[in-house]
Structures are given as structure tokens and as C-alpha cells.
């Protein structure tokens, strides 16, 4: 999982960006049976599923994280692909290059909905992801 100060700096950055759909934070629930989110509408998940720090000097004064963000598109099922698709393009035109604080996004990748990265098909829901790579280099 990141580390905190990773996660803060991309939690905030996407909700003062992202005001297309609600967010949620996938790994704040047990099941995507538990986010609250209606059946009507989309809406964007965002789940940290690892990270890795090495020394990136020595002596050790500094540290460099690598690690990858899921953000996961979810739109009802049934739902053509179309916006899922549009949704995961600003995204990630709003996300590639950028420098926040000590966290630089690295690459992003183009919307998909295999699973995995993308949530799995259900009765309920259909996910998409992007996988947004970035590395932060702290003391």
C-alpha cells in the first residue's frame, strides 16, 4: 500500500480536479457491496494495492516509493462504453506528468475493463480502471 503522504497528495488532487462523479476510496471497504454509491450513476474508485521504497542514496538520507494507484470507472450495467471510456481518457490527461509536491506521476495507462485492474462485472456494476505509476523521492 502507499505511504500516507502519497496517498494525501493524490486524494487531494483529485478531489479538487474530479468533479464529474463521487469518489470513493475502494480500500476503505471490506466489498464494493459496501460503498454507498446509488445504482444510477457512475462513479470513481480509488485503491492503492502496493508500493515499494528503496534507498535512493546513501548514505540513507533519501528514499525513493514506486507504486501504482488503481482508478476504477464504475458505471451501472448495462451501460455502453462510451462514457466509462471518456471518463477514463480525462482522467488521465488530468493525471499524466504531474508533480504534486514530492509525488511525480510517471505514466498512465489507457482505460480497460479486464479484470483485473478493472472491478469485476457484476449484476450491479461494470468497472474500467487506469493505472496511474508514479515514484516519490523523500528523506
Known amino acids: 500500500m502507499s505511504s500516507g503522504y502519497v496517498r494525501t497528495k493524490i486524494n487531494t488532487f483529485l478531489e479538487e480536479n474530479w468533479t464529474n462523479t463521487k469518489i470513493y476510496y475502494v480500500d476503505d471497504y471490506p466489498s464494493i457491496d459496501d460503498i454507498p454509491a446509488n445504482n444510477t450513476d457512475a462513479w470513481v474508485g480509488v485503491e492503492y494495492p502496493g508500493a515499494v521504497e528503496t534507498v535512493d542514496s546513501i548514505p540513507a538520507n533519501f528514499w525513493r516509493e514506486d507504486g501504482d494507484v488503481i482508478i476504477h470507472i464504475v458505471t451501472p450495467n448495462g451501460w455502453a462504453s462510451q462514457m466509462p471510456i471518456q471518463y477514463g481518457d480525462t482522467l488521465q ?47
Open 93 to 139: 490527461q488530468m493525471l499524466r506528468g504531474q508533480r504534486l509536491g514530492d509525488v511525480v506521476i510517471e505514466n498512465v495507462s489507457p482505460v480497460t475493463d479486464a479484470s483485473p485492474p478493472a472491478l469485476e462485472l457484476s449484476s450491479s456494476w461494470h468497472g474500467w480502471a487506469i493505472i496511474v505509476r508514479y515514484y516519490s523521492i523523500r528523506s
